[in-house]
């Protein structure tokens, strides 16, 4: 039973332009949201995150949302750029902070 | 400032052979965890720990063992290994449980078993 769901196993978006990531969950005991970025090769890395009690979180180009009632969020990436092209990998904590749980990716691809 | 490093980076095993993956970070973290890679599956969490001599299931323990002797090393231990545990492996810390204030991973280890 997968509780964190990316639908969209790959995104292609152009230089410039925005790039929207999406992340669905099941579990309402999710109590904070995660984002990562992974090149091949490499281990992902911390890219923004967000607890339940927001619904936006941003830092510099990255802004992430969050809809408690649709148990959604999304990463926006504003402007998109060449060096942005990666596999993009949401994550949520449940309430007790110990155990993450990882959605499957989207892999965005940003053309120049 | 080596961040969390994993050894081997490679490593091709025989079914029923054991060995142990390696993970050690100088980040003075409490909090460590294992995951698996696997395509389609993205990162399932095996076992963590939230300090020294603590450690816990997480989704896909079964296979593996792991210990927490030392702040800075959490070891995990294939006891038999099976081709089903053919993955890519990686180790992450962070300073808060669970990771919220965003964990390091190291750069993995890719495990074939044949």
């Known amino acids: 039973d997968q509780q964190v769901k990316q639908n969209s196993p790959s995104l292609s978006v152009q230089e410039g332009r925005i790039s929207i990531l999406n992340c669905d969950y099941t579990n309402s005991m999710f109590d904070y949201f995660l984002w990562y970025k992974k090149y091949p090769a490499e281990g992902p890395t911390f890219l923004i995150s967000?607890?339940?009690?927001?619904d936006k979180n941003e830092d510099g180009r990255f802004t992430v949302f969050l809809n408690k009632s649709a148990k959604h969020l999304s990463l926006h990436i504003v402007p998109s750029q060449p060096g942005d092209s990666a596999v993009y990998f949401c994550a949520a904590v449940d309430g007790g902070y110990q155990k993450v749980t990882f959605g499957t990716g989207t892999k965005l691809q940003v053309i120049p | 400032n080596a961040g969390v490093t994993q050894t081997p980076k490679f490593q091709v095993l025989k079914t029923g052979q054991s060995m142990t993956l390696q993970c050690a970070q100088d980040m003075n973290h409490e909090y460590m965890s294992w995951y698996r890679q696997d395509p389609g599956m993205g990162l399932r969490l095996i076992h963590y720990?939230?300090?020294?001599?603590?450690?816990d299931q997480g989704e896909v323990p079964n296979g593996y063992n792991v210990s927490r002797s030392t702040t800075e090393d959490f070891p995990l231990r294939l006891l038999s290994a099976a081709p089903s545990q053919t993955s890519v492996y990686f180790c992450a810390s962070s300073y808060s449980r669970g990771g919220l204030s965003g964990a390091f991973f190291g750069q993995g280890t890719r495990l074939t078993v044949v």
């Open positions: 967000i607890s339940s009690i927001k």
């Open positions: 720990s939230v300090g020294a001599g603590i450690t």
